[in-house]
């Protein structure tokens, strides 16, 4: 069976944007001439996670009709026993009092660049979708990596800082770029490379600039600016330092799995991980007479590191935060929490106030600001910069001491 163009376009009018039906645009409803084709019915079944402990089996046509209407998921169907390897071993996390590399941070806070920003975003939501199953997806992947090493290229850095794909069956490879430091430890800022459109993800468009191409270039430009300290290109930070991009996490957190799930039965130290899922859209907080600040989920995250955060934001952010809620597997960070490693979760804004563009085919550049990005890269950099030279064990024993003082 086919469905007309005709039939399509007047189904989904509330929802696609003028962007989907300009003539002159290439692979967009022309791929189909003689009207596209009624997408396969799979009767393969996945197991999900709607919140610990609460599990169905569902097909892929049923997990987008549950994201349709809100809720979010793991896929656990080939991560069942994520976390728990370390429950026995997982400690409570510790983090500095008060930020303390001010004298470093701040000039590395002058080289981020707007442009830069503008310029990979530019190009990355060019690609028709980044769904995670296409060929755009695995292509996108393929482009967001080669920008990965040029980077590191630029910032003379190759042979010291390196970035590999981590690969998946379905196509669309995670990334990840590691900076070593004096020890193995390692602290993980993360962003989703992937986007949707919930209403036919196989066929329509998702530039998904916002969601997540946003979060994918910020933490890219804090990436390349971390590149220009020459400490940290000698090796002198006590932690390494790894940049992720997550392939599917829009299939319910397909990517950060796999990545936790090695690096958890590998005995990976992580000592905290932040995930940046969103950060360029403010017009509903300005709209609505709130001031422009960031968003800092509160629930299912790690509260000693979320509360390191907000110290962050106050010294190298010029607006402040809000306190606000996501839910149950929001996003990657909450693969991180799951194999017992501290996380943290910083949006655009109040989630009542994030885009609602996001999904369709109407997740544009021009609904972001870019001076609102800058100030989530402000942040990136600040955050891995601080913890980069923070040292772990000093303050593990410290917190020790006090604790046996107390007694």
Known sequence: MKVSNASLLALLLPTVSARFIEPGETDRVMLYPDGIPEAPKSTQKFLIELAPGETRWVTEDEKWELRRAGRRFFDITDHQDLGRLRTASKKKSVFPETVTQQKAVNPLLEQLSKKQMEDHLTTFTGFYTRYYRS?????????????????IKDANAEGFVRAEP??????Q???IATIPGQTNS???IGAHQDSINLFFPSFLAAPGADDDGSGTVTILEAFRVLLQSQDVLQGKAQNTIEFHWYSAEEGGLLGSQAIFSAYEKQGRDVKAMLQQDMTGYVKRTLDAGKPESVGVI?????????EFIKKVIKEYCTIPFVETKCGYACSDHASASKAGYPSAFVIESDFDDSDPHI??????????????????ARMTLAFAYELAFTDFVALEEAKYFKHDDSL
Do not use: A, P
């Not at 060929?135 to 090493?149: A, F, P, Y």
């Not at 981590?166 to 196509?171: L, M």
């Open 173 to 175: 490879n995670s990334i």
């Open 166 to 171: 981590f690969q998946h069956s379905w196509g």
């Open 359 to 376: 999904h369709t085919t109407d997740d544009t550049i021009s609904h972001l600001s870019f001076d609102h990005m800058l100030q989530h």
């Open 135 to 151: 060929d755009e997806g695995r292509k996108s992947s393929e482009w967001l990596l080669s920008q990965v090493r040029q980077t």
């Open 186 to 188: 390692t602290i993980v």
């Open 298 to 306: 509160v629930d299912y995250v790690d509260k000693n590191l979320t």
